[in-house]
């Protein structure tokens, strides 16, 4: 199934607005909070330095030896706060973490290196920066680890911040996307629109050509459609004149052999019938209108109920029946004469040969047909010769073989198709299907 230009804008439209802007949101949102994490490890290494370049080991104890740290490491509840350890064994901690309930790592880490983690104690979340370093008493070392730590809040209050600002604006991003969006549909798809109404004229017969300025690229299409559109009213009409002076032609001598002694003969005055009816359907069919058939849109509908009555009254005395499925919406793209002969002739054959019943269905867009009986059926082997011209499947004394192929030539000449199968009633079902517009 092939989507329309306007579904496909949506699809993309849709695509831009639900993945990829929130897409851009979560990348941008993620590199922000990477920089930010990255600030925050830099920050509590400079700190780390300004700590150890205070550290005095004295007596295995630690002491700091002028106190000149950031006021935060002496505020309580700064959210930063510093502690030095050795062996697991806590030797300082600044100020700021009297009030505060954190455990130092107790793992051991390398000499001279340092490790930045995220830690969850009692329900909070903290950023470590550890840094193990050998201290020289003279006559032993002494291991300490320097721990700076951070409570999460302080790196997730800014990151709150910035998702804000960052929300308010691809608000505003997606309202103008979506504004441009629909701009973008409306300009592009005018065209389209225009385009379609002007086929719609065209089917209607109010205009002959398409004459609206188009894009280049529908420019093109619109010169190739108005050319098509010339040849075939140039072929038309040849085609109608060819026809109609054939049947003009062949009317005279008809007219001689029906007043010769030949017609006297049953056989030869069928025959001469028969060929009479044919060129005036062919006569019908060349001075229908001089526009094209898909300009019309005949209305089904009353067209079956008339050809009801008709046979209603011919059967009468065998009882038939003709079921009509059908609404007042479902037209035919065609000649009105075409459709009549192919209707009337599929139906007269139901009605010879069905028990009681027959049933027509007309839907769809397109146009389907579909026509029931419950008589015999026909048999498989015998339904692929049920079309060619002069073949007699049935047991009538009426009819000569040739309206079914009448039917089938008609419903080819508008590139439809003439199925037969079995009926669920128990006969035959002759199912027709138009292409849309109706005509090849």
Known sequence: MQLSLKVRQGIISLFLLFFLLPSSFFAIEQAFYTQLLTSTEQKLEVHMYSILAEVQPKDGKVELSNNLLPPDFYRP??????????????????????????????????????????????????????????????????????????????????????????????????????????????????????????????????????????????????????????NQNRQKQRYRHHLSDLAHALKTPIAVLRTSKLSEQPELREQLDRITGMIEHQLKRAASSGQDLWHKQIKVKPLIVKLEQALSKIYRDKGCVIEIHCTEQVVFRGDETDLMEILGNLLDNACKACSSKVKISAFGKPLQLDIEDDGPGIPQDKRDELFQRGTRLDTYKE??????????????SYSGELQVSQSPLGGARFVIRFPEPGIK
């Open 77 to 230: 509840d700064s959210g930063l706060t510093a502690f030095i350890t050795s062996e697991n064994e806590l030797l300082w901690q600044s100020d700021s973490s009297i009030n505060q309930q954190f455990d130092p790592p107790t793992h051991q880490i390398l000499p001279a290196s340092h490790e930045f983690v995220l830690m969850e104690q009692y329900q909070q979340k903290y950023w470590v920066l550890s840094f193990s370093v050998l201290f020289d008493l003279g006559d032993n070392t002494l291991p300490l680890t320097i721990h700076v730590v951070q409570n999460d809040q302080l790196l997730q209050e800014p990151l709150k911040t910035f998702r804000k600002t960052l929300s308010q604006w691809f608000i505003g991003i997606a309202l103008v996307l979506i504004g441009l969006t629909l701009l973008a549909y409306y300009w592009i798809t005018k065209p389209l629109t225009s385009l379609d109404k002007e086929i719609h004229k065209l089917e209607s017969g109010q205009q002959e050509q398409l004459l609206h300025d188009y894009p280049a690229e529908l420019n093109k299409i619109k010169e190739d459609l108005n050319l098509l559109l010339a």
């Open 399 to 412: 009819g000569h073989g040739v309206g079914l192929s009448i039917v089938s030539e008609l419903v080819k």
